[in-house]
């Protein structure tokens, strides 16, 4: 058997967007050829540790509707992964200082996220932080058009 070149895969993602089951499957893809753990994350924005949805509602009840409602997301989502995922972690407050600490506890060699529009999505510009902090490899999806 062939030693894949990626142990621990990290998939940030963020479920509401549209192309989200696509590159689930990509990343399932990439762990099964590499038979690697592949982990989904999501970081719900915010500050420090307090999402933005948390700041505008200031109601727990809200937040472990919200949180559950995530939850049910990923592991829907993580049904699309032709590998079996090996966890689902879901956070609130700082997308980087979030995935940079998970990505450390779980020793990622790679982080896949998608390619995302500035403005229009919780990534912004952290991949770059991800690469200079996790010191692996970040991989960029694009998003195929029709």
Request: charged share 20%; proline share 3%; hydrophobic share 45%.
């Amino acid at each position: 058997m062939i030693m894949g070149m990626y142990h621990t895969i990290l998939l940030a993602i963020n479920p509401d967007d549209l192309n989200v089951k696509q590159l689930v499957a990509k990343a399932g893809v990439i762990a099964e050829q590499n038979n690697a753990d592949l982990h989904l994350a999501y970081v719900e924005p915010g500050v420090g540790n307090v999402s933005f949805l948390d700041i505008d509602l200031q109601l727990d009840e809200a937040h472990n509707e919200q949180e559950l409602r995530r939850m049910a997301q990923l592991s829907d989502l993580a049904k699309h992964s032709p590998r079996p995922v090996a966890a689902i972690h879901l956070a609130d407050g700082d997308v980087a200082k979030h995935l940079i600490a998970l990505g450390k506890a779980i020793k990622a060699d790679l982080v896949i996220t998608g390619n995302y529009k500035p403005g229009m999505h919780w990534l912004g510009d952290i991949r770059y932080e991800l690469a200079q902090h996790l010191k692996c490899d970040v991989l960029i999806c694009q998003q195929k058009t029709l």
